[in-house]
């Protein structure tokens, strides 16, 4: 017993002198200031809300499916074609599928028309008939961006003593700019620089070799004394 008191005691950072004979009792009600058993909080907790909610660029396909009729794509199907193919090109896909049934050549044939109208070569597109009755079908392989689902509210508020932002905060403001970003690839390198401006770039280097006074030149009239305003 008085072995292990000793050993307890030289782990101690403090020198303590005491009768021998407290030492229980001290043993007791005491304790030593380096705590052997004490847990370290090693979770992580990231402070930014893009640390938290991060936005990540994924690989998708972008899918629409048009009925095949007699008269014709209507309005509507139009307008969606359209709207397709300037989201393929603003994706820089490579190629678009479009696959129809057999008995649907027309229907893909106007399909394919709108498609070169709105700016896409011919050599992008790729037709595939199959067998069977289905939908005309456009696709296209794209880049996106995206986050997490928005809704983590495992923290109680009211009873939090940290100062921290809760699990959700800056979500919302994550998922806008993925759903608005013009290009994804910008999260994962920058854009090659535009070539420089030759003249406006010779003007600067111009100037800057013939320096000229910056002050504003000042005419008569702003010469002029106040008590001579109402004159």
């Not at 101690?12 to 370290?40: H, K, M, N, Q």
């Not at 499916?65 to 989201?87: D, I, Y």
């Not at 700016?119 to 939908?135: F, L, N």
Request: some cysteine.
């Amino acid at each position: 017993m008085k072995e292990m008191i000793r050993a307890m005691f030289a782990l101690c950072p403090r020198r303590w002198t005491v009768p021998l004979a407290s030492l229980p009792l001290l043993v007791g009600l005491t304790g030593c200031e380096t705590y052997l058993d004490a847990e370290l909080d090693d979770v992580y907790t990231p402070p930014m809300h893009y640390q938290r909610h991060p936005v990540t660029v994924t690989k998708d396909t972008a899918r629409i499916e048009l009925v095949p009729h007699g008269s014709g794509l209507t309005a509507v199907e139009r307008n969606e074609v359209a709207r397709f193919a300037q989201s393929a090109l603003i994706n820089a896909s490579h190629a678009i599928a479009l696959m129809h049934p057999k008995g649907a050549r027309a229907t893909a044939e106007e399909v394919a028309s709108i498609l070169e109208e709105e700016g896409v070569p011919p050599t992008r597109i790729v037709v595939t008939a199959y067998h069977g009755r289905g939908p005309v079908v456009l696709a296209f392989a794209r880049t996106t961006a995206v986050t997490a689902p928005c809704g983590d509210w495992n923290e109680n508020l009211v009873r939090t003593r940290e100062n921290r932002p809760f699990p959700n905060f800056g979500c919302a403001h994550q998922q806008n700019i993925a759903a608005v970003v013009a290009n994804p690839n910008d999260f994962v390198m920058p854009r090659a620089e535009t070539p420089p401006d030759a003249p406006r770039k010779s003007q600067i280097f111009t100037d800057y070799r013939t320096p000229k006074d910056p002050s504003t030149p000042v005419n008569a009239e702003q010469n002029a004394k106040i008590s001579e305003v109402g004159q």
